[in-house]
């Protein structure tokens, strides 16, 4: 989690004394190799679908297909590279040598 709260404008962007601005990450990209050339890996986390967000996107209220994820990989990370994709531990996503880092807006 990342709390933005602290260097936010109350005034611009509409956070009273106290609140929070929080973020969660949810990907994270890797790059191995030099500058030259080399190869790029991520590590996603399992997240719940947002059935809202589907839903304005397609523009349909039932969503077909749409599968939710059991409780035991909503927050799972895995890694992602050409050939596979690996369940691996928290740990070991948060401590990548990270290119980009993917947050969204939780609160």
Known sequence: MLDLAPFCSATCKNVNVGDKVLYGLYGVVE???SMRGGHYTAYVKVRTPSR?????ITGKRNVPGLKEPDSES????????????????ESRALSAQAYLLFYERIL
């Open 31 to 33: 790059h191995s190799g």
């Open 52 to 56: 809202r967000l589907l839903e304005h």
């Open 74 to 89: 909503a927050g799972q990370w895995v890694h992602v590279s050409d050939t596979y994709v690996q369940v691996v531990p």
